[in-house]
């Protein structure tokens, strides 16, 4: 990356106060191309940032800037083509994996080509005969790649994966992060990706953002980070993590 | 019927109480205060009608049914509580569904302006609208907590608070028009409805109850159809906020 690659998205001072505040000034920045990492336990506010960026939630203050314009002044419907988001435990839509495909699209009255759906199948590694196969049959794992290939159909310019491995065995938790690892190479987008587990955080080798009680734990290489000693959080965080496992 | 009857009658409401609280139903208090209500109001409206018949200035009708109108609206809106301006809602889509089909048929020469017309049948109307109306409301609700992850997929993916809701203001719809129908398909059959019963009880031909209970059931389901439409689109907007964000709390 050249020092003068344009910032893609740039997150500073974000705030969320429910009841309690959940996310307490957030700041970091992503170029095209590149991966975050957002490395957290349970409760952390991972979730919830994630719908800040896809304007799910508002956040209380702060500002997210895409492409270095402020994502207030673009409405919520085309930032949230801008920014797609991957749930947790994906939800589809009943009906076929193409129709699944072209759901974005048809929400503005457009149709997706077939040899488009083919290609994005291709994509997350599905295979293209599929592609008339009901959503409900698909395994737990197909149905993260298809949710995946679902909001790449947008043309996201960011692309928020909220722990897309965590309900899958090691073998698809395998094949979904080769998808994930191809879909950033081949589209040069940016990527946020959620998860609480170390070792996949390690496999991604990229930027790492650890979360925790909402506030930014640490910021860096994994291995910095864990060179640079447990601080107080992050010896929190393990601990937690332990009992959680 | 003598009044002792009426009290021996009673003893079933008592049996339902005593049901509900062997089984712990929690529902003896409601049974009560609601079966006190209705008798109370009940009697005091038989006295009131007694004189309400009597009136013939066609303002005062639609002045008596306004007023029904306006209570219904104010049970039913409280249903939909959680929703913004419920009972705005409420009260216009009953107000819709009665007045359309009360001028409809009055227009066709089915009732006449006569308060012994107006009165009972738009009574039925606007009551039966009344249920519609809460069980769009209330079915409304349910299906958007129940479909909650379904509308934010699509949120997320671009859609607009309609676009998101139309699987779930379809749903809210049929289940709160399903009572209705069922009512249509089995008239007759399973059930005889209070104004057939009433009026062959009465001593009146089955035939000519027969002809009152059809345009009655035409106007029912129609007063329903409109108030149920009209209540799911109206009320479906403020799930969401001005930033398309779904906003009712997960606890409803
Ligand atoms: N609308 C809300 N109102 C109040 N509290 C909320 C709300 N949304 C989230 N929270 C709280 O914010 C905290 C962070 O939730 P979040 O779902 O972001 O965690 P997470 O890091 O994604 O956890 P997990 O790894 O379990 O998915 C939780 O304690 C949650 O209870
Ligand atoms: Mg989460």
Same mark, same amino acid.
Not at chain 1, 1 to 25: F, Y
Not at chain 1, 111 to 123: C, F, H, K, M, V
Not at chain 2, 184 to 196: A, F, Q, W
Not at chain 2, 247 to 252: C, E, K, N, T
């Given at each position: ?25 957030i700041h970091f920045s992503l170029n095209r191309g590149e991966m975050l990492v957002v490395l ?206 | ?93 009953? =107000? ?128 329903? =159809? ?7 689109l109206l009320a479906y907007r403020g799930c969401f906020n001005k930033s398309e964000q779904l ?6």
């Open positions: 990356m050249t020092s003068q690659t344009q910032t893609l998205l740039q997150v500073s001072a974000l705030c969320l106060k429910k009841d309690r505040p959940i996310l307490e000034n957290g336990p349970s409760g952390s506010g991972k979730s919830t940032l994630l719908r800040c960026l896809n304007r799910l939630e508002s956040a209380t203050t702060g500002t997210v800037c895409l492409e270095g314009r402020c994502t207030e002044d673009i409405s919520a419907r085309e930032l949230r083509r801008h920014i797609g988001l991957v749930f947790q435990e994906p939800e589809l839509l009943p009906g076929t994996v193409f129709e699944n495909l072209g759901t974005g699209p048809k929400l503005i009255g457009e149709t997706l080509e077939e040899n488009e759906g083919l290609a994005l199948l291709e994509s997350v590694g599905l295979d293209p005969a599929f592609k008339n196969k009901r959503s409900e049959t698909l395994s737990v794992g197909e149905k993260q790649r298809l949710a995946l290939a679902q909001v790449l159909a947008n043309q996201p310019r960011v692309l928020l994966l909220d722990e897309p491995t965590s309900a899958l065995d090691p073998l698809s938790t395998e094949t979904v992060e080769s998808a994930i690892l191809k879909v950033q190479k081949d589209n040069n987008i940016g990527m946020i990706l959620v998860t609480h587990d170390m070792d996949q955080a390690r496999r991604m080798n990229s930027a790492t953002l650890v979360l925790v009680d909402g506030k930014i734990a640490a910021y860096g290489t994994l291995d910095t980070i864990l060179q640079s000693g447990a601080t107080h959080l992050i010896k929190r965080f393990f601990s937690k993590q332990d009992k959680n496992s | 019927m003598q009044n002792e009857s009426l009290l021996l009658a009673y003893i079933l409401v008592m049996i339902a109480m005593a049901i509900s609280w062997k089984n712990r139903l929690e529902i003896e208090k409601d049974i009560l205060g609601a079966s006190v209500r209705a008798t109370l109001q009940l009697i005091a409206v038989g006295f009131v009608l007694e004189w309400i018949l009597t009136i013939d200035r066609m303002l005062y009708l639609v002045l008596i049914l306004v007023v029904m109108t306006a209570v219904a609206g104010w049970v039913s809106g409280n249903r939909g509580r959680p929703l913004p301006y419920s009972h705005a809602i409420a009260w216009f889509s009953i =107000a819709f569904g009665s007045f359309a089909t009360f001028g409809v048929l009055w227009y066709a020469g089915v009732i006449q302006s006569e308060a012994r017309f107006a009165i009972p049948l738009g009574g039925m109307i606007i009551g039966n609208s009344m249920k519609a109306a809460s069980l769009a409301m209330n079915r409304l609700l349910a299906e958007t907590e129940h479909r909650r992850r379904q509308i934010e997929t699509l949120l997320a993916l671009g859609a607009s608070p309609k676009q998101a809701m139309e699987q779930t203001v379809r749903q809210a719809a049929k289940a709160a028009l399903i009572p209705t129908i069922d009512t249509l398909k089995t008239v007759g059959l399973v059930h005889l409805p209070g104004i057939m019963t009433g009026y062959i009880v009465a001593g009146g031909s089955p035939l000519t109850a027969v002809k009152y209970q059809l345009a009655i059931m035409y106007m029912l389901t129609g007063a329903s =159809a409109m108030t149920c439409l009209a209540t799911v906003i009712l709390d997960r606890s409803f």
